[in-house]
């Protein structure tokens, strides 16, 4: 069987079984802010299982797209080093939410592996939960009885598991309850009967591996630790589409698959290297490879782009460790992975199609990606012997080692005029074992990417050691900082009432309400609460909205409410206070005109979407926005620039559309009636089979959207651009205001035209009158350019009259009367060309500020050792409180104490 058709039988099994197919959600998570990418096949449902929201159907089936690089899941450094990890996989799963329980559950599990798939009933294996006594948790006998009926073998086939192997937990809180595994044993019979299976199970035995997991959802871990029962028992499952399909097409490895070899042959035509399937770092690069373009190319389809910080940083991280793996072991140097998105797309387009309907965009954003990391990754080498370089300088006299800015390969300057060479053979013969400092390995992991294991591999190269215990010290103080700036230390929720959070802000700004629970929380050092009401009118945060404010009025006491956000499907409203009263009624109202000026910002990015589909071509698509009272950010996709002219053209079209004063029509409907209509529908985001369309004149703009909008695009008064970037590669962002905004701005730039009409003497021709004074301006520039001129060659010819011969060696220091610390790097780069074997500084009181400047001859840096920029931080920068740097032969600083210069030029002095 094909991967298609492995995951067509599980799908077709279970809708046999009265379970509604539904789709994968996006692989990044929007509004949990637990979690940063779906991580479970489950992520989707965890409103069922918390009990927030109740399921339309009792039975659910599906392939959902999961990512674990992070967190409590982090697979990454596994991944590609063995045969089965994956940052992406396919997560099969079925669920049953208050319906069937452990019998069925088990039963079709069974019959699916062996009935449909065939697979060898004696070389499947079931854990089953042991208990555990600590924790007043009874073993798992259901399950244990059930087996016992179905596997041939119970007494070899069943394995105990304690609560680590066998009880599942959704976090640190939440729902959770003891699972039932199904293990595989896919050696050869000679090994089978030398080793029996079961000894093997959880052992991390590379062919003894778990293909399915029943979990059975029966408690809630509450903040305290403590369990109890939940009111409904429930089914979540998972089996991982790549092992079971590397079961049913007899591979030893996931990578040897259909799932994976496609790739993996792409890369062996594109690199002329071959895959072997062993453990060599070249086979290893195939894996990182194959693997890694998945998780990258669906996450950026789903909406999250590359970037240094958050979600978009553990993307970056992902796509820099296959750069890599390509650069070091495959001997690969320019981008890779770009051509390998449409390979990917066009496999998945019948399970996935939003990567192929994005697979230009994709393949661009890569493409971008790989650019700026490949030059990166050139710096950070050439960082790396310039560390070693500082540390052991070639011991002679006449010979000493400097960094290749080309190559970053260390050389030897011989002093003698020839050209300069290089001797590995000899450096690693004249160093001998010397070790990398661990913070520094740190560096070059955090900024320029380096994986320890390719520090490990450099320095060997030249016979040095990394100390790795100062490299993990470093990274976990790392870890340790970010952990505690994002933690959000939260309660248990205090239930006030049974009930269901219900949003009522499309039609009223105010209502009467009631409490259903609330809970403490703390972050940053702050503490706040978190409240859930029955209805409210707050809108909470979401599709680039932000969360309303507002007050609740909650016994007579008026609480400010400071945001609104999604977790999953609850509307949380964050506090700074609560009542010690927080029973009866709880009047909650809108900031009513905040949230009018944040509407008609709303408004305006649905016509701004049209126009720039209009202007630029239908490639154009929504990327990322930000709606506030303030203004509009819009990020959507494209390859240029948007010109001048264009921009006048969108702007114009939003304004037409404007006075047009079109009704804004807002429906509910099926899903696929909103696509036929044409709506527009983000990528990333997830849809009910009911949504919610917003037509701003059929023929311009029609949208999937839970916003608020205008009833008629007339109040939104003006539209006007502020400003057009770049935001990553093959994306750009439009940011624009409209209503009173838009008339403050345009008040202010008239305002600002006629303070420079006052300031130029109120000329006819305003523009005309800037272009004289730029004129003027640069003559004068140039004039004044002149006369420095010829005031540095008089200084340059008094301060060669002052030349000092110190052991061989000119030296010149003085303080110099000048008028930019420009002048001072001139002055140096001039007595360059007068003087041969040279060290110069030269100091200026400009302002009441210091400033130096420390000039070398490459004979002085060679045969002395020095270096101008370790100077300037080393000597001048204590002395004048300040800083600065530069080159070896060239560096200059500045400063707060102009009293110390004179010493400044003694201390560089002594060095002779």
């Not at 939960?129 to 070899?156: C, M, N, Q, T």
């Not at 698959?257 to 496609?262: A, E, L, N, V």
């Not at 300069?420 to 450096?427: M, R, T, V, W």
């Amino acid at each position: 069987m094909t991967s298609a058709d492995i995951r067509k039988a599980f799908l077709e099994f279970f809708r046999s079984k009265g379970h509604e197919i539904v789709p994968s959600a996006p692989i990044v998570v929007k509004n949990d802010p637990t979690l940063m990418f779906t991580n479970a096949g489950m992520n989707q449902f965890k409103d069922y299982f918390l009990g927030n929201k109740s399921a339309p159907w009792k039975r659910v089936a599906d392939t959902q797209k999961c990512l674990r690089v992070s967190g409590k899941h982090n697979d990454l450094e596994e991944v590609g080093v063995d045969t089965y990890h994956h940052t992406m996989f396919e997560m099969l799963g079925n669920w049953s939410f208050g319906d069937y329980f452990k019998d069925e559950a088990i039963d079709w599990s069974w019959e699916l592996l062996t009935e449909v798939y065939k697979i060898d009933k004696s070389r499947l294996y079931a854990t089953v939960f042991e208990g555990d006594e600590k924790e007043k948790l009874p073993a798992s006998k259901v399950a244990l009885e059930k087996w016992k009926k179905i596997l041939p073998d119970p007494f070899h086939q069943i394995v105990f598991g304690n609560k680590k192997d066998n009880f599942w937990e959704m976090g640190d809180t939440g729902p959770c309850g003891p699972c039932s595994e199904i293990h595989v044993d896919l050696r050869s019979d000679e090994e089978r009967a030398r080793v029996p299976g079961h000894m093997l199970v959880n052992k991390d035995h590379p062919q003894v591996i778990e293909i399915w997991n029943n979990v059975f959802i029966q408690y809630n871990r509450k903040k305290d630790g403590s369990l109890e029962p939940l009111p409904a028992c429930h089914v979540d499952t998972g089996m991982g589409l790549e092992r079971l399909v590397r079961v049913l097409q007899g591979k030893t490895s996931n990578y040897d698959t259909d799932i994976f070899s496609g790739t993996i042959g792409v890369t062996e035509k594109i690199t002329g290297k071959k895959y072997d399937a062993g453990d060599s770092k070249q086979a290893v690069a195939f894996r990182v490879i194959a693997d890694h373009i998945r998780a990258i190319s669906f996450t950026i389809a789903d909406g999250q782009l590359p970037s240094n910080t958050g979600a978009g940083y553990v993307i970056r991280r992902i796509l820099r460790r296959a750069v890599r793996y390509y650069f070091s072991y495959l001997d690969y140097k320019q981008p890779l992975l770009t051509q390998l998105v449409p390979v990917l797309a066009a496999q998945f387009a019948d399970v996935f199609p939003e990567l192929q309907q994005q697979v230009d965009f994709v393949s661009k954003v890569v493409r971008e990606e790989e650019d700026a990391f490949l030059r990166t990754l050139d710096k950070g080498i050439n960082r790396f012997f310039n560390y070693i370089n500082t540390i052991k300088r070639y011991p002679t006299s006449s010979e000493v080692w400097v960094g290749n800015e080309t190559s970053g390969i260390p050389i030897i300057h011989t002093g003698d005029g020839q050209q300069p060479s290089f001797d590995l053979e000899n450096f690693k013969k004249v160093s001998g074992t010397n070790i990398i400092n661990g913070e520094f390995a740190f560096e070059l992991y955090d900024t320029y990417g380096f994986p320890i294991d390719l520090t490990i591999l450099m320095a060997k190269e030249v016979d040095w050691t990394v100390d790795l215990e100062g490299f993990n010290k470093a990274l976990q103080q790392q870890k340790d900082r970010s952990r505690a700036a994002t933690t959000v230390d939260a309660g248990d929720w205090v239930e006030c009432k049974i009930g269901s959070n219900r949003f009522v802000g499309y039609d009223s700004l105010e209502t009467k309400t009631s409490l259903l629970k609330y809970r403490k929380v703390k972050a940053k050092g702050k503490e706040g609460y978190q409240l859930v009401l029955e209805e409210t009118p707050f809108y909470a945060e979401s599709g680039g909205q932000v969360g309303d404010k507002g007050w609740l009025t909650i016994n007579g006491t008026d609480v400010a409410v400071t945001d609104t956000k999604k977790d999953n499907d609850l509307i949380i409203h964050f506090t700074e206070v609560l009542p010690d009263d927080v029973s009866g009624e709880v009047t909650a109202k809108v900031d009513a005109a905040r949230r009018k000026e944040t509407t008609l910002h709303h408004s305006a990015t649905h016509l701004l979407h049209a126009a720039l589909r209009k202007v630029l071509g239908t490639h154009v698509a929504q990327k990322g926005s930000l709606v506030n009272e303030e203004r509009l950010r819009f990020d959507f996709s494209h390859f240029a620039k948007v010109t001048d002219e264009e921009m006048a053209r969108i702007e114009a079209i939003v304004n037409e559309k404007i006075r047009e004063n079109i009704p804004v029509v807002i429906k509910s409907m099926p899903k696929e009636e909103a696509m036929q209509l044409g709506a527009m529908a983000l990528f990333g985001e997830k849809y009910g089979d009911t949504v919610r369309v917003v037509i701003i004149d059929p023929a311009y703009s029609v949208e999937l959207c839970g916003g608020t909008h205008v009833g008629y695009t007339g109040e939104l008064g003006l539209f006007k651009i502020l400003s057009e970037s770049a935001v990553a590669a093959g994306v750009r962002r439009v940011e624009a205001v409209c209503g009173l905004q838009a008339e403050a701005y345009i008040n202010s730039q008239l305002q600002l035209i006629s303070q420079l009409r006052e300031t130029l003497k109120n000329p006819k021709d305003l523009q005309k009158a800037i272009e004289n004074l730029q004129a003027e301006n640069s003559d004068l520039r140039k004039h004044a350019e002149a006369l420095e001129a010829r005031q540095l060659v008089g200084i340059r010819n008094e301060l060669l009259q002052k030349d000092e011969i110190i052991n061989s060696i000119n030296f010149i220091g003085d303080i110099v009367e000048v008028g930019s610390a420009d002048a001072l790097k001139k002055l140096c780069l001039d007595l360059k060309n007068h003087l041969r074997d040279h060290l110069v500084v030269l100091g200026a009181n400009i302002g009441g500020k210091p400033y130096v400047a420390v000039g070398l001859s490459e004979t002085v840096v060679a045969a002395k050792g020095l270096d101008a920029g370790k100077i300037i931080k080393e000597k001048v920068a204590p002395l004048i409180k300040g800083g600065g740097g530069g080159q070896k032969t060239l560096a200059t600083a500045g400063g707060q104490e102009a009293g110390g210069l004179n010493a400044v030029i003694e201390a560089v002095k002594s060095l002779l």
